[in-house]
């Protein structure tokens, strides 16, 4: 059992957020805790969305001084491309665990594809969605269909051709 919170004048500050988002009916989601973001106790090894791409871009570099990636391969080698999926309320109420499932069955089934599909919390894009954002090229699809998930792996992570149809936004 901890202190009571108290009246704290952060926490009034809070609250008074919460009573106009509310009020204004423009309540977003808090990313502050988010554990794809921030570290948490108990979810150190809980690397996922945006920090999983990070850390995939950052090992890739840890290894960029060898000859021949494919003479000395390891088996936690970042992949060429990372895809992101969102999985929050919003996205997954529009259909994103079907496109995360087919986007992971038409990596596993191309013979080129050097990707990992990994399911992310809230990309900060609610109502764009399914929202599925492609690293390192930094390209975000916004109302992606499980359907568009052969085209999306075909084209751009077989063949580095853009869905253009698809963007959403480029960073």
Not at 64 to 82: L, Q, S, Y
Not at 87 to 95: E, F, K, Q, V
Not at 97 to 111: G, K
Request: glycine residues 6%; proline residues 4%.
């Amino acid at each position: 059992a901890g202190e009571p919170l108290g009246t704290d004048s952060r926490l009034l500050d809070v609250f008074a957020d919460r009573w106009q988002e509310a009020r204004t009916d423009s309540v977003e989601m808090s990313c502050d805790t988010c554990k794809y973001k921030v570290d948490l106790e108990g979810y150190e090894e809980d690397v996922g969305g945006a920090r999983a791409m990070l850390r995939a871009l950052a090992h890739q570099e840890a290894h960029a001084d060898r000859e021949d990636v494919d003479d000395e391969p390891h088996t936690h080698d970042a992949p060429a491309k990372h895809v992101a999926v969102c999985t929050n309320r919003t996205c997954a109420d529009m259909g994103s665990p079907s496109v995360l499932e087919r986007l992971r069955q038409e990596v596993r089934d191309s013979e080129h594809c050097d990707a990992r599909i990994t399911r992310s919390s809230c990309l900060g894009r609610c109502g764009d969605g399914p929202m599925v954002a492609v690293y390192p090229d930094g390209i975000w699809y916004g109302d992606v269909a499980s359907e568009d998930a052969e085209r999306i792996v075909a084209d751009h992570l077989d063949r580095d051709r853009i869905v253009s149809e698809l963007v959403d936004q480029t960073l």
